[in-house]
């Protein structure tokens, strides 16, 4: 049974350094890795999608990658910012229906 | 990419009574919507997978006539909150995957969110 883990589940760091989030997973046979932003009391918005065959994505400051063999996922973001602030969930999901095993999260602050 | 909108954002209720919670793709058809729910400072958990034309499937340990899915066109899956209890307040999240997509890349939009509240 596939589990997605995310450590820290929070993480508070001064404005403009670098950071990585990390996501592991058990079972190595993901179709994708998905990576999305939650605001509070607000929807998730969809960051980064990795397919099993790639080993990275970017978009921006933001970039995901992925190393199956190890069953692991990090989001690095660059020069943070307060408005980064949010809690990042990563997804797993196992096969074409799409259906995604969640992470627990973490919960990033960016202090001025 | 791809909108989901739901509606309504906030919802509060008395005890007892239905609440409906509309999903739309706005920009995209979606044969396959997911209905989630999230409590406090929880990851979200899957409900039910919505199947257009056809029934919903549904997740161990969620009831079926209490949480009503109606997914009657390509662009609008519906969750029917019956008898809505204090308990059943919560964060009820839907997604959708764009089934035109050439190259399917299994990519999930997810829309804001409803907020229920029931007294």
């Known amino acids: 049974k596939q589990e997605v883990t995310q450590i820290p589940a929070a993480l508070s760091v001064p404005e403009g350094e670098n950071l990585v989030l990390n996501c592991s997973f058990t079972?190595?046979?993901?179709?994708?890795l998905q990576w999305f932003r939650q605001d509070p009391g607000k929807g998730l918005t969809s960051l980064l999608l990795i397919q099993s065959s790639q080993r990275e994505q970017t978009s921006g400051r933001l970039n995901a990658s992925l190393d199956k063999s190890s069953g692991r996922s990090t989001l690095y973001i660059a020069a943070s910012q307060p408005g980064d602030s949010a809690t990042y969930l990563c997804a797993a999901s196992m096969d074409s229906n799409y259906q995604l095993i969640w992470g627990a999260g973490t919960k990033l602050i960016i202090k001025p | 990419g791809a909108v989901v909108s739901q509606h309504p954002s906030r919802v509060i209720c008395k005890s007892g009574t239905s609440v409906k919670i509309e999903c739309r793709s706005l920009?995209?058809?979606?044969?396959?919507m997911f209905w989630y729910r999230q409590f406090p400072k929880q990851s979200l958990m899957l409900m039910a997978t919505?199947?257009?034309?056809?029934?919903?499937?549904?997740e161990q340990g969620v009831e079926k006539d209490k949480f009503l899915i109606n997914h009657a066109s390509l662009t609008l899956s519906t969750l029917t909150v019956t008898s809505a209890h204090p308990e059943d307040s919560s964060f009820y999240i839907c997604?959708?995957?764009?089934?035109?997509?050439?190259?399917?890349?299994?990519?999930?939009?997810f829309g804001e969110g409803s907020r229920l509240t029931v007294l």
């Open positions: 920009d995209f058809q979606a044969t396959t």
């Open positions: 079972d190595s046979a993901i179709y994708n």
């Open positions: 919505s199947n257009e034309g056809s029934k919903a499937t549904y």
């Open positions: 997604s959708a995957r764009d089934t035109r997509q050439i190259a399917n890349t299994g990519e999930l939009f």
